[in-house]
């Protein structure tokens, strides 16, 4: 603990600062939220994979129907929860007593989700339409 002194329109005021030590504070590694992260974008990745695919292939579509009223998207959305879960599965076990620096955690996560995103934008992957 260590006290100092401030002064203030004339008049001094005696200040208590605290360490995390004295107080016990612990930091938790980031690993699981990074795990998380990741998962979250390899499930847009793979949701963008299946898309395009679909859209080359209509045998591939209708292989994707799961559900007929809803069609290829039944699949897709699927598939692309599955991958997010088993990602998540796989990825928080190795993560969890780690640290990632903030900066590679988000920029791998930019990466994924922006590659997903880019993969279901319908003028991306109309560029692959089967005739």
Do not use: H
Request: hydrophobic letters at 55%; charged letters at 15%; aromatic letters at 12%.
């Amino acid at each position: 603990m260590a006290t100092y002194e401030r002064r203030e329109g004339g008049t001094i005021t005696e200040e208590v600062v605290w360490t995390p030590e004295e107080l016990d504070i612990s930091t938790k590694p980031n690993g699981p939220a990074v795990a998380a992260m990741w998962a979250a974008g390899i499930g847009s990745l793979v949701l963008a994979i299946l898309v395009v695919w679909a859209e080359a292939s209509e045998g591939f579509a209708q292989d994707l129907a799961f559900q007929n009223r809803v069609g290829p998207l039944s699949g897709k959305t699927t598939i692309a929860g599955l991958a997010f879960v088993v990602s998540w599965a796989v990825l928080a076990p190795v993560f969890w007593r780690r640290n990632v620096t903030w900066s590679v955690a988000l920029a791998v996560t930019a990466v994924l989700v922006a590659a997903g995103a880019i993969g279901t934008f319908p003028k991306f992957f109309e560029l692959f339409a089967a005739d």
